[in-house]
């Protein structure tokens, strides 16, 4: 699948012009469906907080972090998110700048356009069915975090910046170190327990501590006890 961020990305536009701002929010408004639920739950606390629907409206546009942070989006089938990006691109693209008279796209952002728009019609972009992208943000103690909404905070896996740190760590592991075979499966093996096991305290909700990799020790504890005691200790 192509990255979302990467793809709306590829249409190079100018740093400086009017458009750019409302063509940003409305390609990712285009990309993505959000939860309508979540969505109406977020605002009615937003103006239980003493926000005016104005001050709602400003926040979705200009700190769409807010919105991000707790609602779950939807890259929907490619007969739908086709049109939906096509129309971004035909509104906005030909307008000018009142400043420059430039048009937002150039004939290169055109070109970028095009290719971006067949590579939705393969279906490269939407998600696959009954795959869930998101999951809950924990604090420390292992408990859901809220924002200041009081909405569940939630974690994003969709996106090649997901894999960037792991990669980051593989080539200082091996850059400057000459390992053999066997002993570089021994790093990649103990470096993919520890990333699984950081993970999982991180977005499993209610996932143990230990404070440690050594899951095995745990894995021995708890048969010692079961087989002595008929209990299961974690």
Same mark, same amino acid.
């Given at each position: 699948l192509g990255?979302?961020?990467h793809?709306?990305? #590829? !249409?190079?536009?100018?740093i400086? %012009? ?11 408004n285009?990309?993505? &469906?959000w939860n309508?639920k979540k969505?109406?739950e977020?605002e009615d606390?937003?103006? =239980?907080?003493g926000m005016?629907d +104005?001050e ?13 942070d707790?609602v @779950? *989006?939807?890259?929907?089938? !490619? ?10 691109f035909?509104?906005y ?5 009142s400043? +420059? ?7 290169e952002?055109?070109k ?5 728009? =067949?590579?939705i *019609? ?8 009954g795959?869930s992208?998101?999951? =809950?943000?924990?604090n ?5 975090k809220?924002n ?5 905070m939630?974690?994003c896996?969709?996106? +090649?910046?997901?894999?960037e740190?792991? %990669?980051?760590?593989? &080539?200082?592991?091996f850059?400057?170190w ?11 093996a103990?470096?993919?327990?520890? %990333?699984? %096991?950081?993970?999982?305290?991180r977005? #499993?909700?209610?996932f143990p =501590?230990?404070?440690h990799?050594? +899951?095995w020790?745990? @894995?021995?504890l708890?048969?010692? &006890?079961?087989?002595n005691?008929?209990?299961v200790?974690h």
């Amino acid at each position: 699948l192509g990255d979302v961020f990467h793809g709306m990305d #590829r !249409p190079k536009i100018p740093i400086i %012009h009017e458009a750019k701002k409302g063509y940003k929010v409305a390609l990712q408004n285009a990309f993505f &469906v959000w939860n309508p639920k979540k969505i109406a739950e977020l605002e009615d606390n937003m103006r =239980k907080s003493g926000m005016t629907d +104005t001050e709602i409206e400003h926040t979705r546009y200009f700190n769409s972090r807010v919105y991000l942070d707790c609602v @779950d *989006r939807l890259v929907p089938s !490619p007969k739908y998110l086709y049109w939906r990006v096509r129309a971004v691109f035909v509104m906005y693209g030909p307008m000018k700048d009142s400043d +420059t008279g430039k048009p937002l796209f150039n004939a290169e952002a055109w070109k970028k356009t095009n290719n971006l728009s =067949k590579e939705i *019609r393969l279906g490269y972009y939407p998600d696959p069915p009954g795959l869930s992208m998101y999951t =809950k943000r924990l604090n420390s103690d292992g408990y859901v975090k809220k924002n200041e909404y009081g909405m569940d905070m939630i974690e994003c896996s969709r996106g +090649t910046n997901r894999v960037e740190a792991y %990669h980051k760590n593989l &080539v200082v592991t091996f850059g400057g170190w000459h390992t053999g075979v066997e002993m570089s499966a021994c790093l990649l093996a103990e470096r993919r327990h520890r %990333h699984n %096991h950081i993970t999982s305290e991180r977005r #499993r909700e209610g996932f143990p =501590k230990i404070g440690h990799y050594d +899951t095995w020790y745990i @894995d021995q504890l708890q048969l010692l &006890v079961w087989e002595n005691h008929g209990v299961v200790l974690h």
